[in-house]
Nanobody, 125 residues
Framework: VQLQASGGGLVQAGGSLRLSCQAS????????MAWFRQAPGKAREFVGA????????RYADSVKGRYTISRDNVKRTVYLQMNSLKPEDTAVYYC???????????????????WGQGTQVTVSS
């Protein structure tokens, strides 16, 4: 499975961005898809995930209510809609895929076998 993330950019605080991650190879509906992010000098952290077949989503507390993850199985793409952005959301955002995926481990990055290249999101104050 290859993942290609896009949609990052520079936005003012309070603004919105939508990230996309297109997958190639594999059976897309078999994969739980997730977004992680890594800010400068910090460890990579979980942002949100959507289970295979799109039934269940989970979010980090820091983004709950502001971010929405969705998937289009026909387009083999997962999206991250980010609203009410804050300067602390500045990071490189990565998409990741885990075949099937266990709900209890959905935020555990070690469960994800495939990673995209990352896309930079910068939020100015």
């Amino acid at each position: 499975v290859q993942l290609q993330a896009s949609g990052g950019g520079l936005v003012q605080a309070g603004g919105s961005l939508r990230l996309s991650c297109q997958a190639s190879g594999g059976t897309f509906t078999d994969y739980t898809m997730a977004w992680f992010r890594q800010a400068p000098g910090k460890a990579r952290e979980f942002v949100g995930a959507i289970r295979y077949r799109g039934g269940t989503t989970r979010y980090a507390d820091s983004v709950k209510g502001r971010y929405t993850i969705s998937r289009d199985n026909v387009k083999r793409t997962v999206y991250l809609q980010m609203n009410s952005l804050k300067p602390e959301d500045t990071a490189v955002y990565y998409c990741a895929a885990d075949r099937w995926g266990i709900l209890s481990s959905i935020a555990d990055q070690t469960q994800y076998d495939y990673w995209g290249q990352g896309t930079q999101v910068t939020v100015s104050s």
